[in-house]
Each structure stands twice: as C-alpha cells, then as structure tokens.
C-alpha cells in the first residue's frame, strides 16, 4: 500500500452548501487513510417533485424526483429536437441524445458530476476569494465577508458586512466574470459536465468542451444553446493531447482541467500536468479498474509505472497508483501535485489534484514513493521507500533509502513476498 502521500483521501471538503444546487449532500467519514462517501437524500425533501414534460401521445405530466436522470419521452415535433433525439435531464441540464448511440453516456457516473460540481464550486470561491471576489452559495448561513478592492482603506466597515448580499452585486458580476476560472473538459462527449458547470459552478469565465468525434462536437454546440449557456460553453473538436500541449504557456493555461476518459487517463497525463495553471485543479477518472486492482500487472505497469497485486486493499493501491502516476509525469517539469480527493466509488476511482511548481519540492518525491512487499499468504505488507530525506541544519539531504524491510520469508507465516 503505496503511502506516497498521506492526506490522499482527506481534505477540501466544504461541500454541504455546494451541494445545494445538486440537490445531494455528501457524508465524510475519515479514519487515517480512508474515506467513505455515502449519498443521502435531496435537501427539500418536503417539496414536490418536478414536473417532466408532457408526452406527445398521451399528454400526460408525469412527476419525478429533483435531480434524477430521466430520459424524457420528447419527439423530434419538440422544436430543437431532431428525428429519434431525447433529453435526459441531469442536474439543471437537459441533454439531447440521438437515439442511436452515436455520442457515449454514462448515466452511472452521475454521482461522478455532482461530486466534481460540489468540488469546483468550492475551488472557485477559494480562487476568486484570493483575487477580492466573493460568491455566495443560496441557502448559505455563514459568510465570510472579503475586503474588495475599490473599498476604501482596505476595510470593511460593520454597516456594510451586514448590509444584505446585493449591494455590490453588480460589482461583483462583473468582476467575476473578468477574473473567473477558465475550465477544460478534454473528453466531453454530449457535453452534459460541461453544461452542467455553465449552469451549477458560479465564477466561470469560459469552459472549453473538447471531443475528437465531429459528431460529438456539434452535440455539444448544440446542447449549449439548448441551455443557453453558448455565451461560456464553447465546443471544440480536435486532439484531447494537442488541445492541452497548445495551452502550456502561463497565460494560455488552464484553471481547471477534467479528464473522464473511457478506459485509462495515462495518454492525457502528460499534456494535463503542463496545461494547468499554478494552483489549478486537475480531475482525473480511471475507469479501467481490472488494470488497476491487480488482475493485469504488467499493463498496469506500462500504462501508470506501477505494479498492481490482489489484495484486500486494491482499491486504495489503485488511486495511490494513479497519484504516483500523476506526479512522476509532473515532477519532469519541476511541478508537484497536492491531492485535495480521492474516491473508489463502484467501477471507478476519481482524485483531485492541485498542480503547483517547486523545484525544492519536487525533491521531496522520491522519498514520498515506496515498494510494497504484501505476504501471498497472511497478506500482511511492508513498505520500502524509494528515497530517504534528513534535514541537516536549515538544509535537506537526499540519498537512497536501505533495506529491504524484510526477510526471505514472512516472519507471521513463512510465507513468500510479491513485490
């Protein structure tokens, strides 16, 4: 069990307002190293459902939950709407689909974007919060009044921290919309996370939905006029890898990039690490979970610089592996990554990241990796760091590490050690 970073699972969790506009909350159980997410029930659970549209046939409203995915029985009459196309309502978003399946959907990973929503919505009121912009979360109780720029003497008087919120909201719009965050979804497919963000993730200055398929491209253009967010979704077709190698100077990259591919993320790790802005967010799904967990070794090994084994904790080695992987792509450019979440949820893991640059820290790394020796009969493991770090006065020295930790065989059962 890799422990190349200690506080993988833990942190930036203050999502209880965020998850307002996505109608779910999040639980947060933290023992040391693990994390256990469960989903609870929507926030106003004394209203009445929403009202879904009325069927060609029929006319007949029928009621669903908030929030739920619903593919909606809409034929091509609706205006908008092509031969065979339905909308799937998700969030606040309603998504053309062609009834074919031409652009790819996966209505599992819902919980996947809500989560990311609740997530940037944090990260941008941090962010924006750092450049004297404040953005309040509806149905929020305690806010932190942050000193503008244009108040006088740099104070805020107490008359004004209890004016209500909208005396400088027209201020603030405007300054967030100059200073907000600039979003890559390098996978976009329909384009349902993208659109999901124009209309749940406030302080957005611009997302960029990118997808290779032409098709895919004009769903997205499409499905952003359909929610009328076009003026800050804007729909791309090219490389996913090219997109991102393109914007690696410092005033093209990034705020926050998002990589939800199908199968394994490795291919995109490169160009993300270098496209992100300093501090921004990088979001990273693996969905090959086989690979991962230890039922393929040596393709885990050549796609993510690691050996995976079955174990009872194959779960948690999969995000250290995929940690492991994203900061031995970064530490090549003097950059380092922060792990804010980590999550195993059904078939897949999801972790956010901050990406900064350091070259004293990214020193640090090697002494953050470790070989793991797991016992094939207990099962009990050790672990071999990769590099030894000691402070000598104000100065740090770097050297191997020794070992191994063990012997030839386990000292519980005599046993032999995979590696």
């Known amino acids: 069990m890799l422990r190349a970073f200690k506080a993988a699972s833990i942190g930036y969790l203050a999502l209880s307002s965020a998850f307002y506009e996505n109608k779910s909350f999040l639980r947060l159980f933290s023992s040391q190293h693990s994390v256990t997410l469960a989903k609870l029930q929507t926030m106003d659970s004394s209203k009445e459902p929403a009202e879904s549209h009325e069927t060609m046939a029929e006319a007949v409203k029928e009621k669903t939950p908030t929030g739920c995915t619903e593919k909606s029985p809409l034929t091509?009459?609706?205006?908008?709407?092509?031969?065979?196309?339905?909308?799937?309502?998700?969030?606040?978003?309603?998504?053309?689909?062609?009834?074919?399946?031409?652009?790819?959907?996966?209505?599992?990973?819902?919980?996947?974007?809500?989560?990311?929503?609740?997530?940037?919505?944090?990260?941008?009121?941090?962010?924006?919060?750092?450049?004297?912009?404040?953005?309040?979360?509806?149905?929020?109780?305690?806010?932190?009044?942050i000193q503008l720029s244009e108040e006088k003497n740099g104070t805020v008087s107490q008359e004004s921290a209890e004016q209500p919120e909208v005396q400088n909201l027209k201020h603030e719009e405007a300054s967030e919309k100059e200073q907000g965050l600039r979003v890559l979804e390098?996978?976009?497919?329909?384009?349902?996370?993208?659109?999901?963000?124009?209309?749940?993730?406030?302080?957005?200055?611009?997302?960029?939905?990118?997808?290779f398929s032409a098709k895919a491209a004009a769903l997205i253009a499409r499905n952003g006029q359909h929610n009328n967010v076009g003026h800050?979704?804007?729909?791309?077709?090219?490389?996913?890898?090219?997109?991102?190698?393109?914007?690696?100077?410092?005033?093209?990259?990034?705020?926050?990039?998002?990589?939800?591919?199908?199968?394994?993320?490795?291919?995109?790790?490169?160009?993300?690490?270098?496209?992100?802005?300093?501090?921004?967010?990088?979001?990273?799904?693996c969905t090959d979970m086989a690979v991962m967990a230890g039922n393929s070794s040596e393709t885990c090994y050549s796609k993510y610089g690691s050996v995976s084994i079955k174990s009872k904790y194959c779960h948690e080695m999969a995000l250290r592996i995929i940690l492991h992987s994203i900061d031995l792509r970064a530490a090549a450019y003097q950059r380092y990554i922060e792990p804010l979440l980590s999550v195993s949820v059904d078939f897949y893991i999801r972790v956010f990241v901050r990406v900064k640059t350091g070259q004293a820290t990214v020193k640090n790394s090697a002494s953050k990796?470790?070989?793991?020796?797991?016992?094939?009969?207990?099962?009990?493991?050790?672990?071999?760091?990769?590099?030894?770090?000691?402070?000598?006065?104000?100065?740090?020295?770097?050297?191997?590490?020794?070992?191994?930790?063990?012997?030839?065989?386990?000292?519980?059962?005599?046993?032999?050690?995979?590696?």
């Open 76 to 145: 091509s009459t609706e205006p908008g709407l092509l031969p065979g196309e339905t909308v799937v309502n998700e969030g606040k978003a309603a998504i053309l689909f062609p009834s074919a399946n031409e652009v790819f959907y996966n209505p599992v990973q819902e919980f996947n974007r809500d989560l990311t929503c609740a997530v940037l919505t944090e990260f941008s009121r941090e962010q924006l919060a750092q450049r004297g912009i404040r953005i309040l979360v509806p149905g929020e109780k305690d806010r932190v009044v």
């Open 186 to 211: 390098a996978l976009a497919a329909s384009g349902l996370r993208s659109v999901r963000f124009a209309l749940e993730v406030p302080g957005l200055k611009s997302i960029t939905a990118n997808d």
């Open 232 to 285: 800050i979704l804007q729909a791309s077709q090219r490389d996913a890898s090219m997109v991102m190698y393109e914007a690696r100077g410092k005033s093209q990259r990034y705020d926050v990039i998002d990589l939800d591919p199908y199968g394994s993320p490795s291919p995109f790790l490169d160009a993300a690490v270098q496209a992100v802005s300093e501090g921004g967010l990088l979001c990273v799904t």
């Open 369 to 419: 990796q470790a070989l793991l020796y797991n016992c094939v009969g207990c099962g009990a493991f050790h672990l071999q760091r990769m590099g030894k770090k000691t402070s000598q006065g104000k100065q740090m020295k770097y050297s191997a590490a020794t070992g191994p930790p063990v012997g030839p065989t386990c000292e519980h059962c005599g046993q032999k050690h995979q590696a």
